[in-house]
C-alpha cells in the first residue's frame, strides 16, 4: 500500500504533537502572589521557614530580612508608581514564593502569614495566606511591652557572662508577646544572630531522635540587636497563638552571630496559661 505524503506528514505531526503535550501536562506551574506595595508603609511577609535567597526584578524595590527572625521579609517602595515587577524568595525548605509588584497608594495587607506548603517545587497547590494583627497594632503593644516591669521571675539561663530571662509574658487577640532580657556582664559586645522558639518533647529516650516543631515569629521589636558590654538589651517576640500538652514545652534559643554563647530557657504550657492581658487604655496612651 502506497502512502499519501500528506497523510504520512499529518501521522508524523500527530504523534509529535501528542508527544509534545505529554511532555507539557507534566510540567507546573508556581502561581505569582499579586502584592500592593508603598513608600511610606512597610509590608512584612510572614514565612513558615527561614529565608535562603531574594531576588527582586529591579531597584524600585527595598527589602530586608529581620534580624533575629530570619523567616520575616519586609518589602517597602522605593519611589511612587514603579513599573510592574516581580519579587522571588526561597526558603531554606526549598520552596519558591512567587509575587507580582505594583504600587499602590494605601495597600489593604502590610502583614502576611504563609501557611505551611502553600506554595512547593513543583507549584501544584495555591497561595493561602492569613491575617494577623495589623502593624499598628502590633507596635503598639510592644513598645508597651518592651518597657513593662518584670512580671515573670524564674525563668533564666546563663553562660558564662551571659544571661538570658523571660520577664514578662502577655497574650492578646490570640498572639503571645514574650519580653526577653538579655544581660552582658562582660566587656565584649553580643550580637544576636536568631532568635528561635520550638515545640519539644519534656522526656526522650536517649535512642529516640529529638521531636521537635519550630514556631514562628510574627513580629519582632528590640531596641538593638547588639548588646554592648556592661549593659542590657529587651526584645520583644510576638508568636501565633499555641498550647502545649503536659509532655512538651516551648523551647527559646538565642544563638550569637559568630560566636558560642547560645542561651536557652524553657517555657511551660502553665506559664502559658498565665500570660497577662496588657491594658489596651494603656497602650495607647504611649
Known amino acids: 500500500m502506497k502512502w499519501n505524503s500528506a497523510i504520512v506528514k499529518g501521522i508524523i505531526l500527530i504523534l509529535f504533537t501528542t508527544k509534545s503535550f505529554g511532555q507539557f501536562e507534566k510540567t507546573s506551574f508556581i502561581q505569582s502572589y499579586h502584592l500592593g506595595i508603598t ?38 517602595a522605593d519611589k511612587p508608581n514603579f513599573s510592574e515587577t516581580n519579587l522571588s524568595v526561597v ?43 495589623n502593624q499598628k497594632e502590633l507596635t503598639a503593644i510592644a513598645k508597651y511591652i518592651i518597657n513593662a516591669k518584670k512580671t515573670v521571675h524564674g525563668i533564666k539561663d546563663r553562660h558564662e557572662t551571659m544571661m538570658i530571662s523571660l520577664s514578662g509574658l502577655y497574650v492578646n487577640n490570640d498572639v503571645f508577646y514574650f519580653q526577653l532580657k538579655l544581660n552582658n556582664s562582660s566587656q565584649v559586645s553580643y550580637e544576636i544572630n536568631t532568635i528561635r522558639f520550638f515545640i519539644r518533647d519534656r522526656k526522650k529516650s536517649k535512642r529516640t531522635a529529638v521531636q521537635e516543631r519550630e514556631i514562628k515569629p510574627i513580629y519582632v521589636y528590640s531596641n538593638d540587636t547588639s548588646i554592648k558590654g556592661q549593659s542590657s538589651q529587651v526584645s520583644v ?33 502553665r506559664h502559658l496559661l498565665k500570660a497577662q492581658v496588657p491594658l489596651i487604655e494603656n497602650i495607647y496612651k504611649n
Do not use: H, M, W
Open 39 to 76: 513608600c511610606n508603609k512597610t509590608t512584612n511577609l510572614i514565612f513558615p521557614y527561614a529565608i535562603q535567597s531574594v531576588d527582586r526584578g529591579t531597584k524600585d524595590i527595598l527589602v530586608q530580612k529581620v534580624i533575629g527572625a530570619e523567616n520575616i521579609l519586609q518589602v517597602k
Open 91 to 133: 526558603t531554606k525548605e526549598g520552596k519558591l514564593y512567587s509575587f507580582i509588584l505594583n504600587y499602590l497608594d494605601n495597600p489593604p495587607q502590610l502583614n502576611i502569614a504563609f501557611q505551611k506548603d502553600t506554595f512547593n517545587s513543583v507549584g501544584d497547590k495555591q497561595v493561602v495566606f492569613s491575617e494577623i494583627p
Open 237 to 269: 517576640i510576638a508568636l501565633p497563638k499555641i498550647t502545649l500538652p503536659d509532655d512538651k514545652y516551648l523551647f527559646v534559643q538565642v544563638t550569637e552571630n559568630d560566636g558560642g554563647r547560645e542561651l536557652n530557657i524553657r517555657v511551660k504550657n
